[in-house]
T-cell receptor, first 114, second 113 residues
């Protein structure tokens, strides 16, 4: 079955610890994205990648880092520099980076920093 | 600053009636718009899109209307079904700047059987 998987679904970390969220897709999509959702706010773009070994910052990249070593994988690291890391994180992918390319989303990871 | 706004956090509609979900945007450069639907514990799924060269796009029970002068779009679901109960997000982008979207805060639709 083709799709996007994010693991784990729920993640708890102590303040000051880095944590890496997994995102894998088997859709053979070139572009991948990370969004964050907070209560009362829309999805906000953290980072995106058009091709392997290339990525760009979105609107709220501070305190986050990503890598794109493989086409199918786009892990997001939430560093201790992120002031308010507790949020719902969504990963998405699309065939390319043309605006009309539909983005397909994973089920999300809810991160809680204690 | 929220460039895409959905001012109604929730909406309840009787089964069989019309559901109208509204979305407003502030950036006049946006020329491509989408609606996504999200069930609990799942990621959003694409529903319908519209570009600014049109003012209406229809797909089955779903129709999106775009009013560029008012910077407003709406999603009509007719007839509404219980399976339509979900959170609906609108999103906007500009066609010449790649696949970066600005999302609204979502409207939770409940269709009452």
């Amino acid at each position: 079955d083709g799709g996007i998987t994010q693991s784990p679904k729920y993640l708890f970390r102590k303040e000051g610890q880095n944590v890496t969220l997994s995102c894998e897709q088997n859709l053979n999509h070139d572009a991948m994205y990370w969004y964050r959702q907070d209560p009362g706010q829309g999805l906000r773009l953290i980072y995106y990648s058009q091709i392997v070994n290339d990525f760009q910052k979105g609107d709220i990249a501070e305190g986050y880092s990503v890598s794109r070593e493989k086409k199918e994988s786009f892990p997001l690291t939430v560093t201790s520099a992120q002031k308010n890391p507790t949020a719902f994180y969504l990963c998405a992918s699309s065939i390319g980076q043309v605006t009309t390319d539909t983005q397909y989303f994973g089920p999300g990871t809810r991160l809680t920093v204690l | 600053d929220q460039q895409v706004k959905q001012n109604s956090p929730s909406l309840s509609v009787q089964e069989g009636r019309i559901s109208i979900l509204n979305c407003d945007y502030t950036n006049s450069m946006f020329d491509y718009f989408l609606w996504y639907k999200k069930y609990p514990a799942e990621g959003p799924t694409f529903l319908i899109s519209i570009s600014s060269i049109k003012d209406k796009n229809e797909d089955g029970r779903f129709t999106v209307f775009l009013n560029k002068s008012a910077k407003h779009l709406s999603l009509h679901i007719v007839p509404s079904q219980p399976g339509d109960s979900a959170v609906y997000f609108c999103a906007a982008s500009t066609l010449n700047t790649g696949n970066q979207f600005y999302f609204g805060t979502g409207t939770s639709l409940t269709v009452i059987p």
